[in-house]
């Protein structure tokens, strides 16, 4: 048994519920035992207690896209260098995509990661299973295997299902164990050998363009297979602002599809790519600065559903060439947090939106008892300090990996802690 | 052609700010115009009995070509070695997956052979930006993927410029494979810097994406693009373009955008066609306009040894500065 832990004076936020004021919360047991919004709670004997001076009160972030170099890479991110950037950036689960080596599409694997991510991470792990054996999109996996032994919902990771038919029995099967079904819309031809956003900017720099259409279209077409077989479907993430009208069309009928966003397409648009860049090459590409205010829009409005980092470790090795042959992606664990905040300081996103994006709507689009302050609730907590000033240096940086696409960047918030299962896991330190 | 300019010897020039020539975009109008003038001394150079100077005597210059070119390595080995420079060949043969690995490492083992000048060619946009970034010595571009060619730009602007008198209130349309052509890029924005008007004349499968916002008219039509222009700017069809997914046929695409005198006929008549080569004739250009006496192509093949040696002299010149 430990200690129960009393954080008191704090700003809770708690999006579920929509709270936004001064208070207090129990944690007893790993659990959040009582929520004290309007009086005094009363103190346990033995209590630890943290006076939080005002600073927000949020659940721990659920980030549903990253992936992580174990097993097979473990040189660009392991299970325990994930788990501690996460932490250091307020991400108390992520969901682990199925892309490594061997890939996560079989029963024994996801058995493994979670029970080495127990051992050797800070945050909870939450291993995504393939669709397709070995993510080559001919064959499905064992889905019924794979959600027994843990597997939380079904991706094929960076890659995008180009058989139609294949993609219709997929949903139509994981709607029979009603898994999510999380899907990255990207038309394989249609973006052909393009490495960046199709416009004036790609051709100045002799680059080959990826249209917004290699988006729009299967985005489209998985709406309507969705919509057929009745699965919980997830667009992993939507760049284009046409896909944010395609979106509205397809909520409006159907309660059951949502939709993904990379912090990276909210904070960033194709300029920042300057001259070859290759921080900035990333899949979605990212698009021009009408694009990045749709989504902006699309998200204010409820027609995105949820913000992750997109966590993509890549040695220098691969990053360290011309922009067209260089690995696509970007970290993203410890900067999730603090870019989104920027949204929030800019004006352009209010507090409980953002912070909903990565706590509530990932927890239900999941299945997860997390990302919400309730009685009863595991205390996932992470208290955060808005105004914090930080900057982002490779030194900072805990990921195995540098390739951050906010080398260097100004920060304004940051957490000072946190609590998964009640334990403090991280705890941020001036020295 | 007309006589060269009078505007001084050599080293006349106040010295040249740019430690390397990797794009047009890079450059200010006046050390465009500053290239041009200088490399029109080198003309008078590249013309005497005796072709020497020794401006960059004791200098090394390093041809780095990742992808083989003969015309345009032995151009800027002609253009080193009459300056006097240490010139050394170097082709790199690369599978596509070792390219960027190669690049790095070859940059970094060049480098300690202490080199004055690199010039590297090379099949990816940015990659000659990013080996300069890794070497201490001047780096050219000879062209980086789709991206740049600064030197045929300026060879071209040199040539125009020898034929028509001046640059000024010229209309130049450049015609062909628009989308995957660096010579396109780097003319276009030479030009624009020299505000030359300019045209580009393609099938909308060899447009780039966003044309229509840089500083150009964009046709469809050939004859309707060379209405009235000066300067006719053929580019080379690459023949796996015409496989019927970007072009139907070889044959569609001479009968549209092939340069033969009906088409010319609309450029005004005293229009010169160019060519930066090699030439698809029958493909891209009817062989009797080739070799007619509107075609200065043989002209650029001249012009670009002089620029090269005005790009080598003022780079170097600049590094002896510092």
Known sequence: MTRPLLIENARV???????????????????????ALNGPVGVPEGAEVINAEGKVLAPGLIDMRVFVGEPGKEYRETLASAGAAAVAGGITSFVMMPDTTPVVDDG?????????????????????AAITKGLAGKEMTEFGLLKEAGAV??????????????????MAYAANFDMPFVHLPADAELVGDGVMNSGLFATVLGLRGIPREAETIPLARDLQLAALTGVRYHAAQISAAASASIMTNAKARNTKVTAG?????????????GRYRTYFKLNPPLRSEEDRLAMIEALRTGIIDTIHSDHDPQDTEVKRQPFAEASKGAIGLETLLAAALRLVHSGEVDLLTILRAMTSRPAEILGLKSGRIAKGAPADLILIDLDYPWQVTERSIRSKSRNTSFENARMQGKVMRTIVGGKTVFEHSDA | MPQVTSSGRAGDFPPFQQRHLISIADLQQHEIVDLLDRAEQMISVSRQERKSLATLAGKTQINLFFEPSTRTQSSFEIAGKRLGAMVVNMSVKTSSVTKGETLIDTAATLNAMRPDVLIVRHSAAGAVELLAQKVGCSVVNAGDGAHEHPTQALLDALTIRNHKGTLAGLTVAICGDIANSRVARSNLLLLGALNVRTRVIAPKTLLPAGIENLATEVFTDMEEGLRGVDVVMMLRLQHERANGKMIPSVREYYRFYGLDEAKLSHAKPDAIVMHPG?????????????DSERSVITDQVEMGVAVRMAVLDALLAARNEQ
Do not use: H, K, W, Y
Not at chain 1, 28 to 35: A, I
Not at chain 1, 108 to 128: G, H, K, N
Not at chain 1, 160 to 168: A, V
Not at chain 1, 261 to 273: A, R, T
């Open chain 1, 261 to 273: 966003i990379s912090i990276n397409n909210l904070c960033l648009n194709e300029n920042d790519i």
């Open chain 1, 108 to 128: 024994a694997l996801v058995d493994f990661l979670i029970r080495r991510a127990e051992a050797q991470s800070p945050a909870r792990i939450l291993p995504a």
């Open chain 1, 153 to 170: 919902c079904f991706t094929d990771g960076g890659s995008s299902i180009q058989s139609s038919s294949l993609l219709r029995n997929a």
């Open chain 1, 13 to 35: 936020v708690d999006p579920a519920t929509g709270t936004d004021q001064i208070g207090a919360v129990l944690v007893e047991d790993g659990l959040v035992s009582d929520v």
């Open chain 2, 278 to 290: 090699p030439m698809n004739r029958g493909v891209e250009i009817d062989p009797a306009i080739a």
